[in-house]
């Protein structure tokens, strides 16, 4: 079993839909749980992360985690055909990194 | 800061061969890694450093794959002797202290086909 399971998709949404991606993970020892966003031909960047439970918001997106049933969520509003990328969830502690495979969402004017 | 650089973007080589990409961090950055990425295996963690020091190379496949930084603004991995398995997009990332091992900025990763 992998440390962080992710749906690779592909994920194809209409604009202004709101987008729901979701990740497990099997090791509660992990703190932190991240996403970052891929566009084509580009490496990753971060988009947003939290510490342990609970939800953060950045502008349309929005980071849930249940660390009780160890699953990660990011959601998206109004989605845009900017946001078409591929997302990639990762969980993190004590200097160890586990990232998801990513999931390709495409937002189609 | 144009962030970090990394090159060659597009490598070729034959089964064999030597290759080494190379990888600039971003200015006053002390942590540098090496991740590669692949369809079946998604985003992986080769290797990372402190301070031009390695951390934790659990990461590397096998001894073909090494790396080196012999300074805070320069990183090489090289493989040798390289193998069609070996193909897969290498990208280096960085941090500051601040940022630790959780905050990373990555580049823009060099594909590499082994034929």
């Known amino acids: 079993q992998k440390e962080v399971e992710q749906d690779p998709g592909p994920l194809s949404v209409p604009e202004g839909a709101i987008v729901s991606l979701n990740c497990t993970y099997s090791?509660?020892?992990?703190?932190?749980f991240m996403w970052y966003r891929q566009y084509s031909r580009k490496g990753p960047e971060l988009l947003m992360y939290?510490?342990?439970?609970g939800n953060k918001e950045d502008g349309r997106f929005t980071a849930q985690v249940d660390k009780s049933s160890k699953y990660i969520s990011l959601f998206i509003r109004d989605s845009q055909p900017s946001d078409s990328a591929t997302y990639l969830c990762?969980?993190?502690?004590?200097?160890?990194?586990?990232f998801g495979a990513g999931t390709r969402l495409t937002v189609k004017p | 800061d144009a962030g970090v650089i990394q090159s060659p973007r597009h490598e070729v080589t034959e089964m064999g061969q030597e290759v080494t990409l190379r990888c600039k961090p971003i200015?006053?950055?002390?942590?540098l890694f090496w991740y590669r990425q692949t369809m079946m295996r998604g985003l992986e963690l080769l290797i990372y450093f402190n301070n031009n020091v390695p951390i934790d190379d659990s990461g590397m496949p096998e001894d073909r794959f090494s790396a080196k930084m012999p300074n805070a603004s320069f990183s090489t991995l090289k493989i040798q002797p390289s193998e069609p398995r070996d193909s897969a997009v290498y990208f280096c990332?960085?941090?500051?202290?601040?940022?630790?091992?959780?905050?990373?900025?990555f580049g823009p990763g060099t594909r590499l086909t082994v034929t």
């Open positions: 990762a969980i993190h502690d004590n200097n160890d990194m586990r």
């Open positions: 200015s006053g950055h002390d942590y």
């Open positions: 939290t510490y342990s439970s």
């Open positions: 090791n509660s020892a992990f703190q932190y």
């Open positions: 990332a960085s941090s500051d202290t601040s940022g630790g091992t959780l905050e990373q900025y």
